[in-house]
């Protein structure tokens, strides 16, 4: 069935770096844009970054904007999120999220989640 | 950033009750407007896009109406799995945001 499946978090300190992946089944993984979107504990969603499907285009929010790096490996069907000069805001699940008609679109499916803790 | 504003930010309600919930964008997004239902510890689900189109598996007690700026999510009679947070998002534009959330409690 349709799958995403994030991996990769943890805690780490404030400065430091972390990259998360987001492993695609059940699709074709090629031909759909991707998201990040995360959840800060007991806050609301907040979107992050999306790719294009073929990696062309690239959009971030700005709070994340020239810290993180979204990217992506079609031939792994995986999606990738590096995470730079993190802060304690940045504590949050991050969730991979494909758009319904592979673009800047509502979200049609979810992986789990994954917690990244930024503390010293 | 397209501002998006959910109201209420909670209320109570029972069982069989019609509830709806808005939401009002900071500027006009046409029809590019998403609703979704949050349980605790789990990812969202989508429960409505292009600001009236349900989605597939979604029951139909759950609908959509508005375009432009202003929007609302209804539900025809509430059930006991219903009890959770929703959320709309704007998609209008290379900035995606959504609302700050409605918790939707058992009174």
């Known amino acids: 069935q349709v799958q995403l499946v994030e991996s990769g978090g943890g805690v780490v300190q404030p400065g430091g770096s972390l990259r998360l992946s987001c492993a695609a089944s059940?699709?074709?993984?090629?031909?759909?844009?991707m998201n990040w979107v995360r959840q800060a504990p007991g806050k609301g969603l907040e979107w992050v970054a999306f790719?294009?499907?073929?990696?062309?285009?690239?959009y971030y929010a700005d709070s994340v904007k020239g810290r993180f790096t979204i990217s992506r490996d079609n031939s792994k069907n995986t999606l990738y999120l590096q995470m730079n000069s993190l802060r304690a805001e940045d504590t949050a699940v991050y969730y991979c999220?494909?758009?319904?008609?592979?673009?800047?679109?509502?979200?049609?499916?979810w992986g789990q989640g994954t917690m990244v803790t930024v503390s010293s | 950033a397209i501002r998006m504003t959910q109201s209420p930010s909670s209320f109570s309600a029972s069982t069989g009750d019609r509830v709806t919930i808005t939401c009002r964008a900071s500027?006009?997004?046409?029809?590019?407007l998403a609703w979704y239902q949050q349980k605790p510890g789990k990812a969202p689900k989508l429960l409505i896009y292009?600001?009236?189109t349900l989605q597939s598996g979604v029951p139909s007690r759950f609908s959509g109406s508005g375009s432009g700026t202003d929007f609302t999510l209804t539900i025809s009679c509430l059930q006991s799995e219903d009890f959770a947070t929703y959320y709309c998002?704007?998609?209008?534009?290379?900035?995606?945001?959504f609302g700050g959330g409605t918790k939707v409690e058992i009174k």
């Open positions: 999220a494909r758009p319904v008609a592979g673009t800047l679109d509502a979200f049609d499916i």
């Open positions: 059940g699709f074709i993984f090629s031909s759909h844009g």
């Open positions: 790719i294009r499907y073929d990696g062309s285009n690239k």
């Open positions: 500027q006009g997004i046409s029809s590019s």
């Open positions: 292009a600001a009236s």
């Open positions: 998002q704007q998609y209008s534009g290379y900035s995606l945001t």
